[in-house]
């Protein structure tokens, strides 16, 4: 169990990195603050949203891996929280930021949307409930 547990976290951090996938072929591009982006999930999960933002702004600054996934970890977050106009301005920024073309920028909306069901469904595992309301 513990084993299909790891599979279907990594494939959510898998479809985070969506938007990021043309970050990986370029040269000298950092991992960063990967930490900060696994603890922003958790506060998340734990309905802490302002918290697991927080968490997020250390993940950002440079260009890292990590910097890509937590702009599209801000709109799960914010998405998830109901927070719909904040969440659309940070996918603009996001999408401004990396320079995303059509087709990047509709494979993170997908990629957002299939995350915030993961999110609920853990949030549900853990505690019985889908939503922080």
Do not use: F, H, P, Y
Not at 5 to 19: K, N, P, Q, W
Not at 29 to 46: F, P, R
Not at 90 to 116: F, G, I, L
Request: proline share 0%; glycine share 6%.
């Amino acid at each position: 169990m513990k084993m299909k547990e790891a599979a279907v976290r990594c494939l959510m951090i898998l479809s985070l990195c969506a938007g990021a996938a043309m970050l990986l072929s370029a040269c000298g591009l950092k991992l960063g603050n990967t930490g900060a982006v696994k603890e922003a999930e958790e506060l998340a999960i734990n309905c802490k949203t302002d918290e697991a933002l927080a968490a997020l702004d250390r993940a950002k600054g440079e260009m890292s891996i990590a910097a890509a996934i937590a702009d599209l970890q801000r709109v799960v977050i914010l998405r998830d929280a109901g927070r719909t106009a904040e969440a659309d301005a940070a996918m603009a920024e996001r999408n401004t930021r990396w320079k995303a073309d059509a087709k990047n920028a509709d494979d993170a909306e997908k990629s957002v949307a299939q995350s915030v069901e993961q999110m609920r469904a853990e949030r549900q595992k853990r505690s019985g409930r889908r939503t922080c309301e």
